[in-house]
């Protein structure tokens, strides 16, 4: 499966934005998905995923009730809204895919495909 993240921007505090992951291949709905965000100088880090029904959904504890992630099989999207944006959300925000699992939605080695990123610059 292929994977490309869009929506980013440059928005300024408190404002919202919607990142979008698109795939490509076959069998989409046997894959659970994540978004990551790496800041500058700083490690990549888990922040939301869906299960592969979709009928789970996982959260960084930095990013509840401000971020929510969402996944429309028939156009084969992932999306995460984000509201609330605060200056410590600058990152490139990335989306990963891999093959349906149970457990570890947060490890991103588990994951074996990913986005190519998409910006996010919040500004205060």
């Known amino acids: 499966v292929q994977l490309q993240a869009s929506g980013g921007g440059s928005v300024q505090a408190g404002g919202s934005l919607r990142l979008s992951c698109a795939a490509s291949g076959r069998a989409f709905n046997s894959y659970n998905v994540g978004w990551f965000r790496q800041a500058p100088g700083k490690e990549r880090e888990f922040v939301a995923a869906?299960?592969?029904?979709?009928?789970?959904?996982y959260y960084a504890d930095s990013v509840k009730g401000r971020f929510t992630i969402s996944r429309d099989d028939a156009t084969k999207t992932v999306d995460l809204k984000i509201d609330n944006l605060k200056p410590d959300d600058t990152a490139v925000y990335y989306c990963?895919?891999?093959?349906?699992?149970?457990?570890?939605?947060?490890?991103?080695?588990?994951?074996?495909?990913w986005g190519q990123g998409t910006l996010v610059t919040v500004s205060s």
């Open positions: 990963a895919a891999r093959v349906r699992q149970l457990r570890n939605y947060d490890l991103g080695r588990t994951y074996k495909y």
């Open positions: 869906t299960t592969w029904s979709g009928g789970s959904t």
